[in-house]
Structure formats: C-alpha cells, structure tokens
C-alpha cells in the first residue's frame, strides 16, 4: 500500500466562495480511480504539546501500489486542482509512505 497525506495551510483572508472551492477541490481527488481510500479533515480538538494543529486540512489518500500513486499525480482532476486552487494555500507539506515489512 502507497499512503499520500497532505497538509494544507490556508491564506486566512479567503472568500467564501474561495473556501468551497477548494474544498470541493480536495474532495474531488479523493474520487479519482486509482484512490482506495480517502479522508478528508480538518484538525482534530486533542491538545497536546506534540500535535501539529496549525494546519487547515488534512489529506489522506491510499493507493495499493505506486502505480496507483503516479496515475493519480497525472490525471486530469489533480491537475485541475493545483490550478484552480494553487493560490489558495501558503503552505503544503506531503507524506508519502509505503507499508512497512
């Protein structure tokens, strides 16, 4: 299995309408085929010295294999995001993991 978690950092001073946008944006790729798996949140209220809350939403998609992960970077619904809502964010940081033996 291939894990890919995105963090997104938002620009505070969105619109509405920005906001919806690329929430439908992230939600989008969770539907692209090659997608086994898909979560789409936002920070969880635990608070503990050691959680990273700073961030807007979280990712998470799986693949069963790396092929899955590479259809998924070059289809058209992922592309489409990255353009529409690019601007939207200050800061991305991306896991990728793959199940340990």
């Known amino acids: 299995m291939f894990v890919h978690t995105v963090y997104f950092w938002l620009k505070p001073d969105l619109t509405t309408d920005q906001l919806k946008t690329c929430v439908a944006g992230m939600k989008s790729l969770i539907g ?3 997608v086994r798996f898909g979560h789409l949140g936002k920070p969880a209220a635990t608070d503990r010295p050691i959680i990273e809350r700073g961030y807007s939403y979280a ?3 799986a693949f069963d294999d790396v092929a899955g992960h590479d259809y998924y970077q070059e289809v058209d619904i ?3 995001f ?3 809502c690019g601007s939207f964010w200050h800061k991305v940081i991306i896991y ?3 199940t340990a033996s």
């Open 96 to 98: 990728d993991s793959v």
């Open 78 to 80: 992922h592309d489409r």
């Open 82 to 84: 990255r353009k529409e």
């Open 32 to 34: 692209i085929k090659t």
């Open 59 to 61: 990712l998470v998609v």
